[in-house]
Nanobody, 125 residues
């Protein structure tokens, strides 16, 4: 079981930027698929971005591609999600999650077993 803690959320105006952090309790890169998910009130949780367990391949939800970017600091066991040109539709609670295995080309909620508590992102028009 991997312990995950998210941070970096906040309130910004449309067009602004935030960088979310996910700190893991152990070395995760190359060992787990690491995903970012989000959930707005009354809506289903959806996948946003993922670093594959190969430690290299990435996946992005179509609506965030080109605006959101994954990065990592191996020494700090930390995964980052840089979010640029934020839109009001990006407003959600954002969660970091880990999976022992995940398929290429998609981001499936059911694959992920270890979850952080979430960090809120609010984007105003």
């Amino acid at each position: 079981q991997v312990q995950l803690v998210e941070s970096g959320g906040g309130s910004v105006q449309a067009g602004g930027s935030l960088r979310l952090s996910c700190v893991a309790s152990e070395n995760i890169f190359g060992r787990y698929c690491m995903g970012w998910f989000r959930q707005a009130p009354g809506k289903e949780r959806e996948g946003v971005a993922r670093l594959h367990h190969d430690g290299d391949s990435t996946y992005y939800k179509a609506s965030v591609k080109g605006r959101f970017t994954l990065s990592q600091d191996n020494a700090k066991n930390t995964l980052y999600l840089a979010m640029n040109n934020l839109e009001p539709d990006d407003t959600s609670m954002y969660y970091c999650a880990a999976a022992k295995w995940c398929p290429y080309g998609t981001l499936r909620l059911e694959d992920y077993t270890d979850w952080g508590q979430g960090t809120q992102v609010t984007v105003s028009a």
